[in-house]
T-cell receptor
Framework: SQQGEEDPQALSIQEGENATMNCSYKTSINNLQWYRQNSGRGLVHLILIRSNEREKHSGRLRVTLDTSKKSSSLLITASRAADTASYFC??????????????FGQGTILTVHP | GAVVSQHPSRVICKSGTSVKIECRSLDFQATTMFWYRQFPKKSLMLMAT?????????EQGVEKDKFLINHASLTLSTLTVTSAHPEDSSFYICSARDPWVDEKLFFGSGTQLSVL
């Protein structure tokens, strides 16, 4: 089952603006990951944050994790038209029996207008 | 980074035929691969976990006789959609875990299956 719920479902911004996407989950997790998917393609891993971390940065990406609220956010700063894609959060459940098995959220479709 | 190759990228077939999709890890050995199904503008639905040298583990509601998975080597897993019907039309994606990289998954580019 898909436990990740993301909002907004769709986000449309102008180039140069920041984009923020949120993800909520229901069970205890080992880590939370964000992936990007261009239309009709596979997913590309962006960033991973562990359950004992609160914030992580990678280039123009900033991820936060609040385990008390079971939520995470992905911030893309100074967005570019090339950032247009779908973004998914994925969680690895704590104590899961299937190593590497991830549960994906519903995704946010980001459109960056030039 | 690790590369996962999936093909074909697109296949159109007649109802009743079987279709095989291949997923290869090109520069690492993948003891575990995962097969997903994705509908337009929707999330990924995990179908099964493919383990090298053993039977695949299917998610609830996924017909194992319909979606045959074989993981005969450390670099190749195949998904065969048997006796395909129009409702099987979908985007199928595989992913693999590199045991040396651990947590993150590497994805194939997906296969768009259209059953007429």
């Amino acid at each position: 089952s898909q436990q990740g719920e993301e909002d907004p479902q769709a986000l449309s911004i102008q180039e140069g603006e920041n984009a923020t996407m949120n993800c909520s989950y229901k069970t205890s997790i080992n880590n939370l990951q964000w992936y990007r998917q261009n239309s009709g393609r596979g997913l590309v891993h962006l960033i991973l944050i562990r359950s004992n971390e609160r914030e992580k940065h990678s280039g123009r990406l900033r991820v936060t994790l609040d385990t008390s609220k079971k939520s995470s956010s992905l911030l893309i700063t100074a967005s570019r038209a090339a950032d247009t894609a779908s973004y998914f959060c994925a969680t690895r459940n704590a104590g899961g029996t299937s190593y590497g098995k991830l549960t994906f959220g519903q995704g946010t479709i980001l459109t960056v207008h030039p | 980074g690790a590369v996962v190759s999936q093909h074909p990228s697109r296949v159109i077939c007649k109802s009743g035929t079987s279709v095989k999709i291949e997923c290869r890890s090109l520069d690492f050995q993948a003891t575990t691969m995962f097969w997903y199904r994705q509908f337009p503008k929707k999330s990924l639905m995990l179908m099964a976990t493919s383990n090298e040298g053993s039977k695949a583990t299917y998610e609830q509601g996924v017909e194992k006789d319909k979606f045959l998975i074989n993981h005969a080597s450390l670099t190749l897993s195949t998904l065969t959609v048997t006796s395909a019907h129009p409702e099987d039309s979908s985007f199928y994606i595989c992913s693999a875990r590199d045991p040396w990289v651990d947590e993150k998954l590497f994805f194939g580019s997906g296969t768009q299956l259209s059953v007429l």
